[in-house]
């Protein structure tokens, strides 16, 4: 299956021209075709511009102009990535009918790269939850056991790239939706430190957290990709003048030195047994590479999960307030203004976004202000000083990244808190900003994917993708 090849892989063959362009979306479409019946990974798909644009590409080719890696490289991208004239729906009815006006700075740059778009992937709605059930679209399932969860929220984009529907994918992580879902799949997921990749035309969630990430087959291919998206953007405030990146440059230094520590509270009693085996094996991996191994517990993991949830739904209640039917996306017929907000509201969005908006709404009310949000600010900062001084200590941090494999679908049932605390190995890493990514590690008993967590210091990605990479080679 040409499907299955890497992104870098497939960019190199194109420029050498043992493939041609078309050929390879076509065998993308092909493969969706085939598949997407069952799996549901895409909301939108956009055949006709991504063949236009393979034409395109194939012609430069053929007359030798300068490209990239990824020239002529077919890519799906999480559907609350702003693209112009190609609907935007962020998983929601609210947005089922959006289509925005312009590009995200994401997609201009892989565009600008070469890259070409073949479709927008299934999500949580408003990337809120972590198995991509709260979808408006039905939830995606994954190619490892269809009965299962792809996670989420980017489950979409775990999903295609691990089924062989595209060859690489852009989700979003504001609490491990790239990381989650790229573990449940099998695939590499990566989220940069906080302020690499601009956020211009990611509809927001929290956006203190919010960061766009890779999800692709091998470490290299989310090293390279994360060089074409990250960048100061000036359209960004948040976003961070980095010098220009080079990422996979640190692929090839080995583990030897490198301090890693072992995150011993992660390795707790609710952890899946092969779970904890695959980051034991991975520290043993990593020591036989030459790197130095430790342990040590952050102390306060336990209120990063509450801390998570009142600052993100604090943000999602601010930031989702702009859908109120006016202005763009789902408008309900009601009989005066009041009632048209409301039933916008009601019929616009699912269960999940409205008991999150409510959460947020109380948490930033001005009686509860200071009991609740203003002390997940503290244990925010607590958090971040926690793993500040971590990094006194070590380069890398290594553990689970949630505490299962893919559970099934409809499982989840009532038990909502349960779900959150499924969060628990993500979040610090938002909280925190750092840099962080998951890892395929084997399967468990039932054959599904396991990963682990390898997470960096503020700016260091060179240090994880050093231990990243020589897992890769080990294997
Ligand atoms: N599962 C977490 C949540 O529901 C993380 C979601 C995300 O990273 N977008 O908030």
Redo the contacts with the bound molecule.
Sequence with gaps: MMTGMTALALGEKLKRKEIGVEEAVEAVFKEIEKREPRLNCFITLDRERALEDAGEKQKAILQGAETGPFFGVPIAVKDNLCTRGLRTTCGSRMLRDFVPAYDAEVIRRIRQAGMILVGKTNM?EF????TTESSYFGPARNPGGEERSCG???GGSAGAVASGECFCALG???????R?PAAHCGVVGIKPTYGTVSRYGLIA??SS??QVGTLTKDVADGAALLEVIGGRDPKDATSVERGPLDFRKALGQGAKGLRVGILKDALDAGLQREVEAAVLRTAGELEAAGARLGELSLGITEYAVPA??TI?CGEASSNLERYDGMKYGFRAQAKDLRSTYGETRSQGFGA?VKR?IMLGTYVLSEGFYDAYYLRALKVRRLIRDACVKAFEDYDVLLGPVAPTTAPRLGGGGENVTA??L??KY??PA?LAGLPAMSLPCGTDGQGLPVGIQLTGNLFREDLMFRAAGALEKWR
Excluded: C, K
Aim: hydrophobic share 25%; glycine share 16%.
């Design positions: 949580d990337a809120m939850g972590n989420g929220s980017s979003s992580d504001t609490g491990g939706s790239v989650q969630y929290a957290m919010d998570y949830y993100a999940e999150r779900g959150y499924a969060d993500t979040v938002n």
